[in-house]
């Protein structure tokens, strides 16, 4: 099907921005097909045996040869990798090559989740993140996938950013993702093309400026922004650095790139010296259209350090104590250093590292998960969650089960499947060294525990 043609007012500010000798082969880019790749999940080590290439900047990051059906991958589908675009995973080098200091981070626009679990990855056991999407239903995927990436370092949150002014200064570095006009998707999604307007680009700005007038002092003394869109105009780039400086005190990162990589360091002319931006042109790197730019908060801005409340009190959420804490590492195996908290009949865990600020986080947001979800007790039970059975969290006290790619899909489609001989009780069922979620075999019969809610229904390509 023809692709719906680039708007003239775009052109023209692409003409602007490249010249038209230049624009002419970033136009020709745009008829070839997107690239597909990847970013294979660190804490889950993996084979992925399809031919693919490495994307430079990013340490787990491929692009694919070919584009495979994801959704009949049980690997896609247990967090061992995650689908994104190749442009987006420069984030990677901006941390590994700034040394960011892992701390507390926040992603403020998050859905569907792609570089908040690179963000999780790189912070790994030495720190949080909060995850956060302000539109409710896309809360909800964010929440799956960071469920699937399993490391159990990161909250996600459903909040608008003007809903975060008690944290200011908590953050070591805040990602601004920012919703955009979207004119680096030109290629991968044709029909944005057709929502493109200079007025949109207008309202774009306006809202990024709103966003970003919520985030600048959610910086801590010394730490990092990140700002980044996936567009090419001035107004949502250049301009919103301009706008952070007029407001709030940074100082400019300039970020190591190599020239073979293709990016485009761009000079920001601000009240307060050179600020840099950095622009990925489909035409000249393997990945689509991106934009970003690092910022650092002086040493001596203000910093949050909040500090435990004696007596923890939340509405829904209660504290375990701590020799009950070790009865439950005791029991599950896990290393001692988290701490446990229900609500309801659930049971959750989050690292101990950074509790003050887990609990204000807590106490100030609207959190629709954290942690690790272990299970629930009901009636006596122990229900074993499908959370923890994605986690990197340890499971062993259970029996183990290994299914082929046939026995996997059928087990996350929630079918019934053909097993002889397998032990009583809980089963923990992977699919090349990957779990997948839980089995009850009461003897007369087994019971499916994948959750309905993510079950796939997909049976062909
Ligand atoms: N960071 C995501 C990722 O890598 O998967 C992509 C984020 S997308 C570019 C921008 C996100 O901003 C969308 O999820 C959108 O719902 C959210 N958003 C929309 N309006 C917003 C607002 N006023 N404040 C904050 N975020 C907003």
């Known amino acids: 099907m023809a692709k719906p043609k680039l708007p003239e007012d775009f052109k023209k500010q692409m003409f602007a921005l490249l010249g038209e000798e230049e624009f002419a082969s970033f136009a020709q880019s745009l008829d070839f097909p997107a690239k597909t790749s990847i970013r294979l999940n660190p804490q889950k080590r993996t084979n992925i045996d399809t031919p693919k290439k490495e994307i430079l900047w990013c340490t787990d990051g491929f692009i694919l040869e070919e584009r495979p059906s994801f959704s009949l991958d049980p690997l896609w589908h247990s967090g061992a990798y995650y689908v994104q675009e190749s442009s987006s995973m420069f984030i990677d080098w901006i941390l590994r090559s ?4 892992k701390g507390v981070f926040l992603d403020m626009s998050a859905a569907p989740g792609g570089k908040s679990t690179l963000l999780s990855s790189y912070l790994g056991n030495d720190g949080l993140l909060v995850s956060n999407e302000v539109i409710q239903s896309r809360a909800q995927i964010l929440k799956e996938n960071i469920i699937k990436w399993g490391l159990g370092n990161t909250i996600v949150t459903n909040n608008d950013p ?32 057709k929502e493109w307007s200079l007025d949109n680009v207008s309202l774009c700005s306006a809202r990024q400026s709103r966003i970003l007038d919520h985030c600048g002092a959610l910086v801590k003394g010394g730490g990092y922004l990140i700002y980044s869109t996936c567009t090419f105009n001035e107004k949502e780039n250049e301009d919103m650095i301009g706008f952070l400086i007029e407001e709030f005190a940074f100082k400019p990162v300039r970020i190591p790139v190599k020239e073979e990589w293709g990016i485009r360091e761009s000079n920001i002319e601000t009240s307060e010296g050179v600020f840099y931006g950095y622009r990925f042109f489909p035409h000249q790197v393997p990945g689509e259209g991106f934009f970003v730019s690092v910022l650092k908060r002086p040493d001596d801005s203000f910093s949050l350090r909040p ?16 020799n009950d804490s070790e009865k439950l590492d005791e029991v599950t195996g896990f290393d001692g250093n988290g701490k446990f908290y229900t ?78 001989e397998i032990p009583l009780g809980w089963i923990l069922v992977d699919y090349e060294g990957q779990s997948l979620g839980w089995l009850k075999n009461l003897g007369n019969r087994i019971n499916n525990y994948y959750p309905k809610e993510w079950r796939i229904r997909k049976h062909s390509d």
């Not at 500090?307 to 701590?322: G, M, N, Q, T, V």
Request: proline share 5%; with cysteine.
């Open 98 to 101: 700034l040394k960011i200091p």
């Open 343 to 420: 609500l309801n009949d659930s049971y959750f865990r989050i690292q101990k590292s950074l509790l003050p600020e887990f609990e204000l986080i807590l106490r100030s947001l609207n959190v629709r998960y954290f942690g690790t979800e272990i299970g629930k007790r009901k009636g006596g039970n122990w229900i074993p969650s499908a959370e923890w059975a994605l986690s990197t969290l340890p499971k062993k006290e259970f029996s183990t089960l290994s299914l082929n790619r046939k026995q996997a899909l059928a087990f996350l489609r929630k079918e019934e499947i053909k097993l002889n």
């Open 162 to 193: 003007e809903h975060f002014d008690d944290l200011e200064g908590l953050f070591d570095c805040v990602l601004v993702d920012a919703p955009c006009s979207g004119e680096g998707m030109f290629r991968k999604d044709p029909n944005a093309r």
């Open 307 to 322: 500090k435990r409340a004696k007596d923890f009190k939340h509405p829904y959420l209660k504290e375990i104590r701590d």
